[in-house]
């Protein structure tokens, strides 16, 4: 069965850091591309970064170059995404996502497998 568990949000001031990770089960990180999408209150669901592991690309949402960087592990089966100097705008729930295409994009329609989602909040 495939499965996918994020942890690592929480509650920072802006300009903070925090480091999420997206643990996998039932599937190789070799075989799928994973990507990170977030959702903010009341607005609809967002990619900000993708990676496949296999190829070694790589692709962010111009909202986050720069601040943000995914990487992995693939003996760990975890997918990790650092985020630096977050901003109130940052704030949402992410959610990482596994999708077995041969190219890792940031199309949500593509991906199939879902976590349940962390939350991320900015605030002073």
């Known amino acids: 069965e495939v499965q996918l568990v994020e942890s690592g949000g929480g509650v920072v001031q802006p300009g903070g850091s925090l480091r999420l990770s997206c643990s996998v089960s039932?599937?190789?990180?070799?075989?799928?591309?994973i990507a990170w999408f977030r959702q903010a209150p009341g607005k609809g669901r967002e990619g900000v970064s993708c990676i496949n592991t296999h190829v070694g690309t790589i692709s962010y949402n111009d909202a986050v170059k720069g601040r943000f960087t995914i990487s992995s592990d693939n003996a760990k089966n975890t997918v990790y995404l650092q985020m630096n100097n977050l901003r109130p705008e940052d704030t949402a729930v992410y959610y990482c996502?596994?999708?077995?295409?041969?190219?890792?994009?940031?199309?949500?329609?593509?991906?199939?497998?879902w976590g349940r989602g962390t939350q991320v909040t900015v605030s002073s």
């Open positions: 996502a596994a999708d077995k295409g041969r190219i890792a994009t940031l199309l949500e329609r593509l991906y199939e497998h």
């Open positions: 039932g599937f190789s990180l070799d075989d799928y591309n």
